[in-house]
């Protein structure tokens, strides 16, 4: 076991922490982190997971392993405060013999203080390599599905914007707050029944209207901080019996730094996508400017989605990652009373 032990960041460990976040995304050898990274063409110096130092909120986590003065083992979490949920989006470990070590303890601390602080769940998504999934599952955190990581490159071919008269054609609107439920359903119609308990997605998380977007839940979540966020409805063709079911939503995140923008799209298994990825790949492109040409479209689609994969692929996406998706329950879930018949 390596020696030194984990504990909170301090402001005096800023430097020893962006040097070895730095050193992770090189791939070393004695390195291992969440991986990706996807990095060097053709998305660039931009890696998932992984962002500058300033960017955090308060509500972020830092974790190092220290060990004879030094910083060897880094862990960030983003909190959502709203949920009690807490989401690991970097992890990283240098020493070729004790980097799975100083990860797993790191993590070991995590939950240790995640059960004081009273969180819910954790969520973490990381490739399949570098010994990542036995990691956290020896940590009780259980597999529960993988997402295929969709990269579109600056070259594709352009989109026009959307017009009014188009959006309409397409059945496209903003939504409103009477579509919480609409969303609601629509995602536990997509959504295996086992998948749907486990992230506990209420009507509640599907209102805009008190706070940031962060539904439905992404492998690529953490890059939604520093984009401009927004979601479109389609609806259906028959409307519905109260005129807001829907046959889909796309999630529109526009960067605003170095990194590329985010699309996120759900239909029901039915419904063809086709309209919605060309209305969010036109509305980045309207927004961006002439100034995000350059940084590429990135798309989440959960396996059990398919074939929604094959519309993006139509739209000159190509498949860059595969992603696991992993949880853990910190909180015991008590089954309700009910009634039950007296035996005389």
């Not at 004081?116 to 020896?138: K, T, Y």
Request: aromatic share 6%; hydrophobic share 45%.
């Amino acid at each position: 076991m390596a020696p030194g032990k984990a504990r909170a960041a301090r402001i005096t460990d800023l430097a020893a922490i962006g040097e070895l976040s730095r050193l992770s995304l090189r791939d070393a050898p004695e390195a291992r982190s969440l991986g990706l990274p996807v990095a060097g063409p053709p998305i660039g110096v931009f890696s998932l997971f992984r962002f500058p130092l300033g960017a955090f909120t308060p509500h972020d986590l830092l974790y190092v392993f220290e060990e004879g003065g030094h910083i060897s083992g880094l862990l960030r979490v983003e909190r959502d405060p709203r949920r009690d949920e807490w989401t690991i989006v970097e992890l990283d470990g240098l020493g070729a013999a004790d980097a799975g070590d100083i990860r797993f303890r790191l993590v070991q601390h995590l939950l240790r203080d995640a059960a004081r602080r009273g969180a819910a769940r954790l969520h973490v998504a990381c490739a399949d390599e570098s010994g990542n999934v036995p990691l956290f599952m020896q940590a009780g955190f259980a597999r529960y599905g993988e997402e295929l990581i969709l990269f579109r490159p600056p070259g594709a071919p352009a989109i026009p914007a959307p017009t009014e008269a188009s959006a309409r054609a397409a059945r496209i609107r903003s939504p409103g707050s009477a579509d919480a439920v609409a969303l609601f359903r629509l995602h536990r119609t997509i959504t295996p029944a086992p998948v749907a308990r486990l992230e506990m997605l209420r009507i509640a998380d599907w209102d805009r209207s008190d706070g940031p977007w962060r539904v439905p839940r992404s492998s690529l979540a953490p890059i939604l901080r520093f984009a401009d966020v927004d979601m479109f409805v389609q609806e259906s063709v028959d409307g519905g019996q109260d005129g807001t079911e829907l046959d889909g939503f796309v999630e529109v995140g526009v960067a605003k730094e170095d990194q590329p923008h985010y699309l996120k799209v759900c239909v029901r298994p039915e419904a063809d996508a086709t309209d919605l990825i060309r209305f969010g790949l036109g509305t980045i492109a309207a927004r961006a400017g002439a100034s995000g040409g350059g940084r590429g479209v990135m798309a989440p689609v959960r396996t059990y989605e398919s074939p929604l994969e094959h519309r993006f692929e139509e739209a000159a996406f190509a498949n860059v990652a595969t992603v696991t998706l992993l949880i853990k329950e910190t909180l015991v879930r008590v089954a309700e009373p009910a009634m039950v018949p007296a035996i005389g």
